[in-house]
């Protein structure tokens, strides 16, 4: 068993003329949290999909849990947990049954399944809930019985497509938690997410990826440190055209987005200073996080 | 394309079972109403069509039209039940209910669900054929014993018309199209295939068309054990209602890889 369990070389898939996903290359360590995080049609889906054998890649070489892809990704998916983007959970069946059905899936006996659900059910913290018919069950409820399904299996690997997309924060926090305790027990994550908050807080390294192609790839707080590396002010009101001019000097970059100005200052108050006494402004300042990064790697709505 | 065509077909004899389970168990939440809903239809035209026409009609082939028309309404309703069950059941799971996809992202193939979707269309039409079966028998209509001796070609008539159901069902862009194959393929069947009247009396060309069709074996095949008649050309159109079941599922196979896993 080698130690790595996602290896992509150089990986292509397009539709038509449309290109998906470009020469993409990464590889996830076994027990590594590894996020893939971009914008909707970053081709995020699609890379997850491929690494599942659920489509083929038009050119390049997956190996996921030393096997194959796609030709033998049938027997890495025995080993696999799946969370997909969009909850596709057996709805007038109880969560219990959801839970036997998936288990059956993978050839499970009725004697294994019983053996785990319960403890997949308080995981997932819906032991009251085993009985009640899933089309009954709150967004963040069914998110966690997807999660609680994902493991029925005992996966190595687990493939999380937008996790907690469409949740309350609440509800979102509780995956997370959810999720560091599957780390904590060495699972493998691979997880694409659009939130950037999310990919800080869970992800050991991560895979910035813009129209299909990887823009950077690191720890998260390595990425911030290089690509950014100071405080931020973010100033709100006012015209933000004109009060780039105004600070431009005591700013490393600056960047416009939509009307907000990001100013990136390595002595912020030299910054504030200068806005002392405008009114009209919101000023908020705070530690760099990978919003920002994004921002500067894309080079959306930047410095014209 | 070989290879991947290789890694969805089946993986083994027995990972379909798990997707026949899946689809038992919703079954079984509304039984009463998939069954009552099931005999409606093929019991109005037995008993509309049997009892209305039969009186003009006499006998046909020997027999009172009731007991011929009894046969053909037992390979009619397999035929319906399967391809109903195929065409907007197994469609939604594939669709709407993005069930496949689910049990794609397990140890099962593309293969293993659509074999599982097809010997399920066909215990439901086993369950259907069966119990206009049990009707005929009951009103002395058909020997008890020739139902048990009918099931094996209600099963294969059921794998037949899932099958190609799942063709129809692997080019559909939407439910709109399955009307077109009802009204244009299905329907024509039953008045081709000798269900309500005996394929003799249609025009020469046609009788020749007419015993190419799956329902015209499946047809005969039942009034042979219902109307206890001779084994003749028994092999010939088992034979044929195989190779209807299978080339339409390694072809429905190939269609949905393409559709679904491209």
């Known amino acids: 068993m080698s130690t790595v369990a996602i290896d992509l070389a150089g990986v292509k898939k397009s539709f038509g003329d449309k290109v998906i996903v470009n020469e993409l290359s990464f590889s996830v360590a076994r027990g590594e949290c590894f996020g893939l995080l971009g914008p909707n049609g970053a081709g995020k889906s699609t890379i997850a999909r491929m690494l599942l054998g659920m489509m083929s890649p ?15 990704a049938r027997v890495a998916r025995a080993r696999i947990g799946v ?22 899936y993978f050839g499970m006996s009725t004697g294994e399944i019983e053996a785990v659900a319960p403890s997949l059910l308080e995981f997932a913290r819906l032991e009251s809930k085993a009985d009640v018919r899933v089309s009954e069950l709150s967004g963040g409820m069914k998110r966690r019985l997807t999660l609680a399904r994902a493991l029925i299996n005992d996966p190595h690997l687990l493939v999380m497509d937008e996790p907690t997309t469409g949740l309350d924060p609440h509800a979102r926090h509780l995956i997370w938690e959810r999720l560091r305790v599957l780390l904590a027990r ?16 869970l992800c ?57 100005l990001f100013c990136y ?40 | 394309m070989g290879e991947s065509y290789a890694a969805v077909m089946p993986a083994n004899a027995y990972n ?52 011929f028309l009894a046969a053909g309404m037992v390979a009619t309703s397999a035929m319906t039940s399967a391809t109903f069950e195929t065409m907007y059941a197994a469609f939604a799971r594939m669709d709407t209910k993005r069930t496949w996809e689910a049990i794609l992202s397990t140890q099962l193939t593309l293969g293993d669900i659509v074999l599982g979707e097809l010997v399920w269309a066909a215990s439901k039409a086993v369950l259907a054929g069966t119990a206009i079966g049990i009707v005929a028998a009951t ?59 005996p394929t003799s009396q249609l025009p020469g060309s046609f009788q020749h068309f007419a015993s190419l069709l799956p329902l015209a074996h499946s047809v005969d095949l ?41």
């Open chain 2, 139 to 197: 009103l002395g209509y058909a020997s008890w014993p020739s139902i048990l001796y009918a099931m094996p070609t209600i099963a294969l008539t059921g794998l037949v018309f899932a099958s190609l159901a799942m063709v129809v069902i692997s080019l559909a862009p939407s439910y709109d199209y399955f009307a077109f194959y009802q009204t244009l393929v299905i329907t024509p069947m039953v008045f081709l295939c000798g269900v309500v009247f």
């Open chain 1, 83 to 104: 969370v997909p983007q969009f909850d596709n959970l057996e709805l007038e069946f109880t969560v219990r049954e959801n839970l036997f059905v998936f288990g059956r």
């Open chain 1, 58 to 72: 038009d050119g390049g070489k997956i190996t996921v849990l030393d096997e194959p892809v796609p030709s033998r």
């Open chain 2, 16 to 67: 379909w079972i798990a997707v026949w389970r899946r689809n038992f168990l919703a079954w079984r939440k509304g039984a009463l109403a998939s069954i009552l809903g099931n005999l409606a239809d093929p019991l109005t035209n037995l008993f509309g069509l049997g009892f209305g026409l039969g009186l003009l009609v006499g006998r046909v082939e020997g027999t009172s039209y009731i007991a």
């Open chain 1, 186 to 201: 060495g699972k493998t994550i691979l997880l694409t997410t659009h939130f950037m908050e999310e990919a800080e807080r």
């Open chain 1, 204 to 260: 050991d390294r991560l895979c910035v990826l813009e129209s299909g192609c990887k823009i950077a790839e690191g720890k998260p707080d390595a990425l911030i440190n290089e690509h950014i590396g100071c405080n931020v002010i973010e100033i709100y009101g006012g015209d933000p055209h004109q009060l780039r001019d105004l600070i431009r000097p005591y700013a490393r970059h600056i960047e416009v987005s939509g009307e907000t």
């Open chain 2, 222 to 262: 039942v009034r042979l054990a219902m109307l206890e008649r001779g084994a003749e050309s028994t092999a010939m159109h088992v034979g044929a209602l195989c190779l209807y079941a299978i080339l339409p599922f390694f072809a429905s196979t190939a269609l949905l890889q393409r559709r679904l896993l491209r």
């Open chain 1, 265 to 304: 200052a390595p002595r912020p108050e030299q910054v504030r200073v200068h806005l002392r006494g405008r009114a009209d402004l919101r000023i908020l300042q705070r530690p760099p996080n990978l919003e920002d990064v994004f921002l500067r790697l894309t080079g959306r709505e930047m410095e014209k």
